[in-house]
């Protein structure tokens, strides 16, 4: 039996019993249907409130679109539904995890750098505000892994670091900042990513640490935000083998979960030894991770019975709700467990303000809507201007000025359309043209028409000949369903790479994972910028030509435990 009157609820006695009255008089079907948390459709290919009233979801989870668009969709989708739907996005850097155009304040990582709390209690604002304008009440955020592991190609960036006191400081402003606006926060990804440097869309993939070994880290995180009242936790395609262990000693190997399917890790991890008692929902079940580990039709009801409320995402819709149907209607998931789960949604509901009483929605989105850009805008060029982290100037080629360097080859590498969910853009143009109104001379390295002289017989003074800086970005980011972010060089003799950095002035900014100095050890300077907004740009550019000092801090260890970075 869930205690509604303590936390995360912490409900009246009024409200207890509407719970109590609304679950016991819902149908099988409609119970079933509040256990999916579907992806958003889009109105000109979808009939919305067909949709909702067909499938009965308890929630529904958003990629960035027009704001207008969007704030039409939900209210019509909400409208639609007997139950208020949460209405989630992944709110990791910003309002942009909901709206195209919405402020990109900057990734976890960068605020980290600036080691200042009140940023991270602006990302929250911030995001939860703009969110919030077009409907949005749910924020998959924040983040509160660990980023153990350099090689990790999915977190890096979107992690406080690997230090456990900064990501509770950083995690407990951020959620502060979403609760001032009544947007309910989401932590991720239990039971842990950042260990493993593989990534969960493709393999189920492990924390590998002791059982105390996790306690002591990842676990103090969970203890603290859940103490604190934490409503609701994500749960990852990841395992936690230890922990299983201690649980079921004996277990074999074969029959360890993701924590996505593993009663041990929910019922026993989370439930008993860490004492959750909130809402709990997968990450996105389309991925490998969860879909190798078993049959989905076997993977989905192990899901609701390991003690996970809600599903995130479907392959096929149909095909999904009829294996939860037909599991609850031969008793493989009792329907104790069904009532449960619910009753934790509608629970939820009524504690964050979505439903009342009453049953009705509770701040329904307005069709008037500011979302405060400039303002906002303002508080990312805080965020760029205390977090860019000057990490190595050997040879003191900083400042850069024209006088100096005249004629400079930019080199962008990551600048691609390849999938994977990539939060920024493109940054080749926006460098040029900045670098070009200080006065410098640009040409851009063009890695589709390679110069074969310069590729095969050029030496140092053809390159001399032709520039006197090379200027190096790294735009390459961490995005789902790729296995490195590591440099990816012109296969083609690494026609990219800087192999004169001793002979011509080199220096190379990273504008997203911090740890490139694995594969240029030897570059003379480098600089984390974390996030490639025009923010983060102006104002690299201005500390890079010595109008302002460098304030980042290194929220992780960008040397990568390697000697050889640090020469």
């Avoid at 991925?287 to 076997?298: D, L, Q, T, V």
């Avoid at 012109?490 to 994972?513: G, R």
């Amino acid at each position: 039996m869930i205690d509604l009157s303590k936390k995360p609820y912490n409900l009246s006695a009024t409200q207890i019993n509407f719970v109590k009255q609304k679950v016991a008089s819902m149908s099988t079907e409609a119970k079933i249907g509040q256990l999916f948390f579907v992806i958003g459709e889009d109105e000109e290919n979808t009939d919305l409130a067909a949709f909702v009233k067909k499938y009965q979801p308890g929630g529904i989870m958003y990629r960035p679109d027009d704001a207008k668009k969007l704030q039409h969709e939900i209210a019509t989708s909400q409208k639609a539904s007997n139950i208020p739907l949460l209405i989630a996005a992944n709110l990791e850097a910003g309002g942009n995890g909901l709206i195209n155009g919405g402020t990109w304040l900057g990734r976890p990582l960068q605020i980290a750098a600036t080691d200042d709390t009140k940023n991270a209690y602006n990302l929250g604002e911030v995001s939860g505000y703009e969110a919030k304008q077009v409907g949005g009440n749910m924020s998959f955020a924040p983040i509160v892994d660990l980023d153990q592991n350099f090689r990790n190609p999915i977190m890096n960036v979107r992690t406080y670091g690997s230090n456990k006191e900064r990501v509770i400081r950083m995690s407990d402003a951020q959620i502060a900042g979403l609760n001032a606006n009544h947007v309910i926060p989401v932590a991720k990804h239990f039971p842990g990513d950042g260990v493993d440097e593989r990534d969960q869309h493709l393999l189920s993939s492990i924390n590998s640490l002791s059982a105390d070994e996790w306690m002591k880290s990842y676990g103090e995180i969970y203890h603290h935000l859940i103490d604190n009242g934490l409503p609701s936790i994500m749960i990852a395609h990841i395992m936690q083998p230890a922990w299983e262990r201690r649980l079921e000693p004996g277990i074999e190997d074969k029959d360890l979960r993701p924590a996505s399917t593993s009663k041990l890790l929910i019922n026993g991890l989370l439930r008993k030894v860490l004492n959750f008692n909130g809402l709990t929902i997968t990450d996105a079940t389309p991925m490998i991770g969860y879909n190798a580990i078993m049959k989905r039709s076997e993977a989905l009801p192990a899901t609701i019975n390991a003690g996970i409320d809600m599903i995130l995402f479907n392959k096929d819709i149909d095909e999904d709700y009829q294996f939860i149907t037909a599991a609850v209607t031969d008793g493989t998931i009792p329907m104790a467990r069904i009532d449960e789960a619910v009753t934790r949604i509608i629970a939820t509901k009524v504690a964050q303000g979505v439903m009342n009483t009453a049953g009705e929605l509770c701040e329904p989105a307005t069709s008037n809507f500011d979302l405060k850009l400039a303002e906002h805008e303002k508080l990312a060029a805080k965020v760029a201007k205390e977090s860019i982290t000057l990490v190595k100037d050997r040879d003191q080629l900083l400042p850069l000025t024209p006088k100096k360097y005249p004629r400079v080859r930019l080199v962008v590498l990551g600048d691609t359309d390849d999938g994977g969910f990539k939060e920024g853009g493109k940054v080749t143009t926006k460098f040029k043209e900045k670098l070009e109104e200080k006065g410098f001379q640009v040409t851009v390295f063009n890695r589709k028409r390679l110069d074969f002289q310069e590729v095969f017989e050029g030496g140092v003074q053809f390159e001399k000949d032709r520039f006197d800086l090379a200027f190096y970005v790294a735009n390459v980011e961490t995005a789902s369903n790729q296995t490195t972010t590591r440099l990816d060089w012109i296969h083609l003799m690494a026609a990219d790479a800087p192999w004169f950095m001793k002979d011509i002035p080199t220096v190379f900014v990273s504008t997203c994972n911090p740890y490139h100095l694995f594969d240029i050890p030897m570059v003379s300077t480098y600089i984390n910028a974390y996030t490639g907004n025009e923010v983060t740009i102006d104002a690299l550019l201005k500390k890079m030509m010595g109008q302002e000092e460098f304030l980042g801090k290194n929220p992780v260890d960008p040397f990568c435990g390697r000697f050889d970075t640090r020469l």
